[in-house]
């Protein structure tokens, strides 16, 4: 991939001393009032760029887009925000935990040049929706500002990007700021030429797999063939978006599951379910007390992960109204008793999402692709301890508790030419927005 680098825009530390409460997580992770927080937190906050409030009154005129054009603006002028005097790359460091161990997640943002997935430089793996990318592409265009990084992995073995960003990272970051978790993000800003130029030889014939940032990206393309077709915004680099390019054989990667909630589905049976399941799984079912419950809950997670380290798949079923586990494990030589969708390689047959999606939801439960898409019985959840609370405390009819999806899966699903089942990743932590940003025809 080609990557350039670029004369970011940072908040002017005379103006905001304290980045952390100006920060803010991408937009797509603004659910149950986190916006309302943010915006609270500081009148400068990011969120109020990126998802400016919708309102009754709104019109083609005077809109979400159009007041974080002229918001943007404002704080340009009064220099809120100030742009950096050279062309720079910016090594992007996040430290966290994450059971009991403390990594660091080694990065550089820079612009990367947007293409066609057809060309094979960027490899998705995952499916979008046309419902947010047309939103950001209305912000877009309003602002032209680049604020939301698509992070993107990067395969080197040998670790030549990371020793590079190592040499530059041995004084204070030019930005330090905790998120909502108190993680720790830090953020260099090198505009030594030799250094910059030795990292894009490094990444100009590199093939790049988006991690997190799939609408993002897509946004960019869309934004950049705009430009062309009507000229519009008289900026060379219109087809180049700000990215965080992450070394795929990395210590600091981490990905969670996400698990699901089924609800709304007529005439459902658990114990049905549960028998139904035994044609091709192995079910062992748990009854539990109040009192044991998550200690059950982390047993049986413990064994379903020891079973996909062993190469097979597994996952946990809880059943709120039975209150009842049941771990779930695919029996030896059954994988081939699966319907599986014609266009799908072995990689992605051996994935536990696909596993639960095409020989559970869709051929026992009659949630295909379809109802997933539009997510008519599904809700998702990040921490299985959360999932079984809210199967408690909503009308779920059962959660059901995944294994992460190792990297290793991911890149060999993406290689052989498949993208992942929607929502099978998630990669943590996530990458703030408010640190460093580009806009379009600035130069």
Known sequence: MKILPFRGYRYNPEIVRDLDDVISPPYDQFKEGLDDLLFARHPYNMAHLIVNKESPADTETDNRYTRSRELLQRWLAQRVFVQDPQPSLYPYFQTYETEGLQKTRKAFVALGEVSDYAEKVVLPHERTLSKPKQDRLKLLRSTLADTGLVFMLYSDPAGEIETLLNRVT?????????????????????????????????????????????????????????????????????????????RMESEGITIFPIHRLLHSLQGFDPAALLRRMNEHFVVEEYPIAAADKFTTLDFLMQASKRQQRAGGNAFVFYFPHLQRFALIKLREGMADGI???????????????SVLHVGILERLLGIGEAQLAEQTHLEYVSHHG???????????????????????????????G??????????HPKMMEGLVFARHGAG
């Not at 894009?200 to 869309?222: P, T």
């Not at 498949?418 to 990669?427: G, N, Y």
């Open 170 to 246: 041995g004084s204070p970051p030019d930005m330090r700021a905790l998120d909502l978790n108190g993680e720790k993000n830090e953020l260099w800003r090198v505009s030594d030429p030799a250094w910059t130029e030795q990292i894009a030889r490094l990444m100009a014939d590199r093939q790049l797999i988006i991690a997190d940032g799939h609408h993002r990206y897509e946004v960019a393309r869309a934004f950049g063939e705009d430009v062309v077709e009507t000229r519009q915004v008289g900026w060379e680099l219109c087809r180049y978006k700000l990215m965080s390019f992450v």
């Open 418 to 427: 498949d993208v992942l089942p929607q929502k099978s990743t998630h990669f």
């Open 386 to 416: 959360d999932a079984v609370r809210l199967a408690d405390a909503k009308p779920c009819q059962c959660a059901v508790l995944m294994n992460a999806t190792p990297i290793e899966q991911v890149k060999e699903v993406v290689e052989a």
């Open 339 to 353: 319907d599986w969708p014609a266009d799908k390689g072995l990689a992605w047959r051996r994935l536990d999402v």
